[in-house]
């Protein structure tokens, strides 16, 4: 394993530098947060700030035709596929300084400590942040990195619009970030991404370093549920048909399937709901609400997805109302490479840091890339019960130090590795 | 018992033609309501239709500084207090043609139906409609006949304001509806109100008329609820306070309630729920909703106002969440006059309808004059459930003839009689 590590001091500074773009006052709570929508003023200031320290550190960037930007360090051998340390700046409106930043700034920060102590590697080194991992403004998420590894063609990408009508090629174009170079990322050795966990179990645990062992499944269901309107003061019981008792049984339901123990480590949230008309003495004649599930495991997921479908069906003809639903996600789950975890478990115990094996539950740029070549995760834990988008999100300077340490080993692993492209180039 | 009878073709119709004016077509069902919202172009056109009509069956029109609109048809002692008709032409915005068109189209037909038979009676008879009785537009439902009785000051009622700003007096104003009479009604002999029942009691009982014992208490509870924002896909179930899941358990005890028969005929509603962020991945950090709490009996509506409001606490302990509430309106029971509700049933006898005794379970305007004369109510049975607020209301040509002849009946028999004015006048 390798003798260097990280500057801590310098990852904080320029995570905190990061967060300073963008930022804002919450009115509830008094605390900064970071308002950096893709493609908006806040991701365009973050962007040229990081293009910025990129080029200072000696990376030779490159922006692509949605927006991705790589910055190059060249290897002793140039013509080996490169390792990638990467994630995204882009954020949700109401975010913290961390998610996706440590990834990006972790990436900066390995060049930066090669850079201090001289370090040649044979393979290029290429830090690099993906457009829109959120998915909030344009509502497709891990969209850069999608249309890098093929799932999503450009054209589709270019023809997203956001709310008041604005499309995606529109906007790059006016944030000066419409590259030239061709979306399609050639695989590169090895994918490497330090995330923070954005959930309360290393910390929980006392854990120092997350070994990601994939990312879980998820689905999404999108339910209308039609009854009939009715007066509030007037209506019987037995005349009524009411969706949002039909919406309350099924958010109930959801967590007694959790506590059933038979989906495993099921989550599982009702994020949307809302009634119309929405009066007080009237009995709604329509509720729309949402359902996300997830699951580490598939099996578990294709249960636990067939019996909430199988009860919204029970409780619509219980309630005598409509349910209709639509599945607006689904991904089975994502495994990262063995030797992307092996080599994350060597890095966190040459250095004595604990460990534990963990699934993300979100979804990652690293879950894309994973399409196209060795790829995974590091996580690290966050205080606040690992609270994520939110001003609260805060993951302190060693922790986000041990991960970046961990990260440069084995991205130097990956550096250093002769491989099949050593012959003969790709 | 008088041996006249309304003309019901004549007050068919007449309701037929209110109705038109402010209609629409609903998108979804084709049907066509009606949207009257107080104050607005179509309640204009509506009071000046009604005006031209009480004007051609002879009625000497007062306008109040409210804007209530009475018409006089003199009696043989000008002298002696009124009987007066009356209920409201304003309309919710998605309504039918019958709620409040009933009273005052029906009190009209009394006139007619007196003019027709060159019927001259003791008092006068006065048809009245109230400004605002739906409370849709400016937050405050019986607002004409609250200010007429005294109970909201006319300054108050001015200074009210609809969702764009726009207040009460300069509306009335627009309108041509900002009258100069004295708002404060000099109390009638008696108060009558024809209205459709707005629920499925009478229809499914086939009975043909309902003698109104009141109306029944009324409680309504605004909740914010404050949970914690957390990721959807990340966030255990022990660790999130999830203000959606609170809601949920609300809405479903009041239903446990109304089972357990502990409450009487209580009816118990959630009309407003609505999650914010309100994002399918995101574990809502505030829900709004609200409890509209109805009884006919005021101990069962204090037990059930208390059991619901200890319930919220016990769900905040249990769910981690702050529940706040506030009682945004409380009435008791209003019981209207036994002389009104004895002879609606003689009237109903002699004619040889059916009848029942029914509490109502809205609000009316009738139980604003309960305050200060003899007052009471007549319903009519409602075909599909009785349901109103809605295009499909409909009581047929021989419902509304029923609650009318009785309206005629009883109003005659107030209309007639003499009492403590008659000596020195009120």
Same mark, same amino acid.
């Given at each position: ?17 990061? #967060? ?47 927006? @991705? ?40 920060? &390995?060049?930066?400590?090669? @850079? ?102 998820? #689905? ?24 949002? &008792? ?17 989906? #495993? ?12 008309? #929405? ?148």
């Amino acid at each position: 394993m390798s003798p260097l590590s990280v500057n801590r001091d310098r990852l904080f500074a320029s995570l905190e530098a990061l #967060g300073a773009i963008g930022a804002y006052v919450d009115d509830r709570t008094g605390l900064r947060g970071v308002n950096r929508l893709a493609l908006g003023a806040g991701d365009a200031a973050g962007r040229r700030h990081v293009v910025e320290q990129m080029r200072a550190a000696g990376l030779t960037i490159t922006v692509d035709r949605i927006g @991705n930007v790589y910055g190059r360090r060249e290897g002793t051998r140039p013509e080996l596929a490169p390792v990638m340390l990467g994630s995204h700046i882009d954020s949700v409106e109401t975010a913290g300084r961390f998610d996706g930043c440590l990834g990006v700034m972790g990436g900066l920060e &390995v060049v930066r400590t090669l @850079n201090d102590h001289g370090v040649r590697t044979l393979r290029p080194v290429v830090v690099a942040f993906f457009t829109d991992e959120e998915g909030s403004r344009f509502g497709t998420d891990m969209l850069g990195s999608a249309v890098a590894t093929g799932r999503i063609p450009l054209e589709a990408a270019y023809a997203l619009r956001d709310r008041e009508g604005r499309a995606v090629r529109d906007e790059l174009r006016a944030i000066g970030f419409l590259g030239e170079a061709d979306e399609r990322v050639a695989p590169p050795h090895a994918y490497l991404e330090c995330h923070i966990e954005q959930g309360p179990v290393l910390r929980a645990a006392g854990v120092r370093v997350g070994v990601v062992e994939g990312v879980q499944a998820i #689905g999404w269901h999108a339910l209308t549920i039609v009854g009939k309107s009715a007066h509030a003061g007037t209506t019987p019981m037995g005349l009524r048909a009411d969706p949002g &008792v039909a919406a309350a049984r099924i958010n109930l339901r959801l967590r007694e399937m959790l506590a059933s123990g038979r989906y #495993g480590d099921m989550r599982a949230t009702m994020g949307v709901i809302s009634a119309r008309p #929405g009066l007080v003495n009237v009995v709604p004649n329509e509720v729309r609400c949402t359902v996300d599930l997830r699951n580490p495991d598939d099996d578990a997921m294709r249960r636990a997805e067939a019996d909430a479908i199988a009860f919204y069906a029970a409780v619509a003809a219980e309630e005598r109302v409509q349910i209709s639903w639509e599945r607006t996600a689904r991904t089975d789950t994502v495994p990262f490479a063995p030797a992307v975890r092996e080599r994350v478990v060597a890095a966190a115990r040459a250095r004595g840091m604990s460990w534990q094996a963990i699934v993300s539950g979100a979804g990652h740029d690293a879950q894309e890339m994973a399409r196209i070549t060795t790829a995974g995760m590091i996580f690290v834990p966050g205080e606040h019960d690992g609270i994520s988008h939110n001003p609260r999100e805060l993951s302190t300077r060693d922790q986000c130090g041990d991960g970046v340490d961990v990260l440069l080993d084995v991205a130097l692993s990956f550096a250093d590795e002769r491989g099949a492209d050593e012959e003969g180039g790709r």
